[in-house]
């Protein structure tokens, strides 16, 4: 054992031996992190500037230490915007607000160094209503509003109301009615809506006063449904009394409540209308309407008449559908994004496909009061695909919303294309350069401007916020483009007043902020004129 432990002495001292010998050529290298530029020092030492809101043309003073030496080098940035540097110490930097801007953070750029500051509020004619009553809003998107009462109907895919889930343990399930100040209505009462999942997406009202709720929806107000349901005025679920059934012995099992609207489709439906006679015009990508026999179905069991129905589809007011109205239709080739009713009951459809029921439709469609496709409503153009849709019943103008070009009989509309009821484009409005972005939905308000939302970045090159507001033309008016950022999508638009009395809109979708003001996917925009 001895033996061994001189053996690995042995071979541990000339291991050593042979490290020392080799340790002579090593050569230590230079530390990767030396040799880098020092920091400039540069930095805002006050977290606002003064004044914190200003007007274009006027000067803001920003409190920026480290710039002695530098103030040549200098270049001043207010949300991306380059402005202009009227004087510059070591210590405070007076800018003057350009024509063109949007409000935002600052940065100065010294080199290839950028150091960033705090937000300047650009002052226009727009502004998140401080004075309306909604806070915390909506826990998920919103789809659609519609005026009621003195209130709205809002739906989507929430769930909860202004934490009410939380706070109350209530939950809005899809549906919910709010009064004009945005504040919970006991006017109609929904029950639990969608519980147990799905969403609203579009809602219509009848002529008897009644109102139909459509979108991805299996149940309303606990009662099986299959994606359409008619509600009465008071947000009850419309139902009838029927005899099913009986495979028991309780005699109550011979009859069940059930939707008195016996009628639906196996998919999504994206918009549903409500024609004069009040008969329910459903649009979406499904292939069959569903109906209840109740002749054959029991309290717990259901069995359906399904019949082939594509794309665009009439029900009657009972549910069951319409057999006058396109049967046995092929329907569009691709894939339907959005729809609108316009004057005399036609439906106008937008999206990825290039015909309808065989006939040429290069992602727009106008379908007659009676099934039959209009072949001369049409948007020639370079098109990519459609988006989005929406219709102003008083100017009797859709506008629509995509990736093309070349559109109208000048070529020159792009992107977005206000549109007559009789096919023909409005070639006074034009939408300015958007850089790389896209932009996903416009809506033409009262007075003929066009709200739109997007990806964008930029609009003819100066940094705006993705909600904008475009005049006749497509020109945007600094005064009521100021305000920034807007993160979310827009889905819908509804004109209305302020606390003041001033214009107004409400606007739902998918939003968290506005400004410097989180929202819950809604508020209410005041416009001052």
Do not use: W
């Amino acid at each position: 054992m001895k033996r061994n432990l001189i053996t690995k002495i042995g071979i541990l001292i000339a291991a050593l031996i042979v490290f020392a010998a080799c340790n002579k050529d090593i050569v230590t290298g230079t530390d990767p992190y030396a040799g880098g530029k020092e920091s400039l020092g540069v930095g805002f030492y006050i977290n606002y500037p003064e004044p914190g809101t200003a007007k274009p043309g006027e000067l803001v003073d920003f409190y920026v230490k480290g710039l002695k030496g530098k103030l040549d080098k200098i270049n001043f940035f207010v949300n991306n915007t380059a402005v202009e540097v009227v004087a510059a110490r070591d210590s405070l930097v007076t800018i003057k607000v350009p024509a063109q801007i949007s409000s935002g953070n600052a940065k100065i750029i010294v080199g290839e160094e950028v150091f960033y500051g705090p937000r300047l509020e650009i002052e226009g004619n727009t502004s998140v209503d401080e004075n309306y009553g909604m806070v915390k809003g909506f826990s998920g998107s919103v789809y659609d509003i519609l005026p009621n009462a003195g209130g709205f109907i809002v739906a989507g895919s929430f769930y909860n109301f202004e934490n009410e889930a939380v706070d109350k343990k209530v939950y809005r399930n899809g549906v919910h009615f709010i009064d004009a100040n945005g504040k919970t209505s006991s006017n109609m009462n929904f029950g639990q809506g969608t519980f147990g999942g799905g969403f609203i997406r579009s809602i219509a009202k009848t002529n008897d006063g009644k109102f139909i709720f459509a979108g991805a929806l299996g149940t309303f107000a606990k009662r099986m449904v299959n994606n359409i349901v008619r509600v009465n005025n008071d947000g009850a679920i419309d139902s009838m009394i029927v005899e099913v059934i009986n495979s028991s012995n309780d005699p109550k099992n011979s009859l069940d409540t059930v939707s008195a609207f016996n009628g639906g489709v196996n998919d999504m439906i994206i918009r549903a209308f409500a024609t004069t006679d009040n008969k329910v015009i459903a649009v979406g990508n499904f292939t069959s309407h569903y109906r209840v026999d109740y002749d054959y179905s029991s309290r717990d069991s259901r069995r359906y008449i399904i019949s082939s129905a594509k794309g665009v589809i009439r029900m009657k007011e009972n549910g069951s559908l319409d057999s006058t109205f396109a049967l046995n239709n092929v329907g569009p080739n691709g894939r339907i994004m959005d729809a609108a009713m316009i004057d005399n009951e036609r439906v106008v459809i937008v999206g990825t496909f290039t015909t309808y029921n065989g006939k040429a439709a290069n992602g727009i469609a106008c379908i007659k009061s009676d099934g039959t496709l209009d072949e001369t409503f049409t948007l020639k153009g370079n098109i990519t695909r459609l988006f989005a849709l929406s219709y102003n019943s008083t100017l009797k103008k859709l506008a629509v919303t995509g990736i093309f070009t070349g559109a109208g009989a000048s070529g020159k509309v792009s992107n977005v294309a206000l549109i007559n009821t009789d096919g023909s484009v409005d070639e006074n409005f034009v939408v300015r350069d958007i850089g790389t972005g896209i932009l996903n939905y416009a809506q033409i308000l009262n007075n003929g401007q066009v709200i739109i939302d997007g990806t964008q970045k930029t609009y003819e090159g100066v940094p705006r916020a993705n909600l904008m507001i475009l005049e006749k033309n497509g020109e945007l008016l600094q005064r009521y483009n100021s305000l920034g950022p807007f993160t979310g999508a827009l889905f819908k638009v509804v004109e209305t007043k302020s606390s003041l009395g001033e214009p107004a809109l409400l606007v739902g979708g998918s939003i968290l902020q506005f400004g410097q003001k989180s929202v819950g996917s809604f508020f209410r925009l005041e416009i001052k004129n």
